[in-house]
């Protein structure tokens, strides 16, 4: 999927990105739009204050994104949740640490960072949320609310 010029224009949420629980799925585009707008906000020279906000932003969605997808595990008693649960604690702590040095004087570029953890996030996506989404839909039934 290439990025559109424009991180404001609607975008579908690609299959590969979809869990089907709506309340994830939302989560996981919201993550990837903010991502987007990081990511031109870098290109189009954005302010460091503005972009400070849009990390911090993107750590609260992040954590209150992983909270939400650890419950509804723990709720079916998805048995990888521990692991699941440690890589989203890996994923925090590097968001943290990059945002550290970003806050520091004279901060090194971070775009790399963002397109990095854009990456992750996806890969993260499509290998271990695909996981239990197989799991929530072929093991425990589970079937969104329309």
Do not use: C, W
Not at 41 to 48: E, I, P, V
């Amino acid at each position: 999927m290439s990025v559109d010029a424009d991180p404001h224009k609607a975008i579908a949420m690609p299959e590969d990105l979809r869990v089907g629980v709506p309340t994830l799925d939302r989560q996981h585009l919201e993550l990837d739009r903010l991502l987007r707008e990081l990511e031109a906000g870098l290109q189009g020279g954005a302010a460091s204050l503005e972009l400070a906000d849009r990390i911090q932003v993107l750590q609260a969605l992040a954590e209150e994104h992983y909270e939400t997808e650890e419950a509804v595990m723990a709720a079916y008693a998805y048995p990888h949740l521990g692991p699941h649960h440690a890589e989203h604690e890996a994923l925090l702590e590097r968001i943290h640490s990059e945002f550290q040095v970003f806050l520091a004087p004279n901060p090194p570029l971070i775009q790399g960072f963002i397109q990095d953890i854009r990456q992750v996030f996806h890969q993260h996506v499509r290998r271990v949320d695909q996981d239990y989404a197989t799991y929530l839909r072929d093991r425990v039934g589970y079937r969104p609310l329309a």
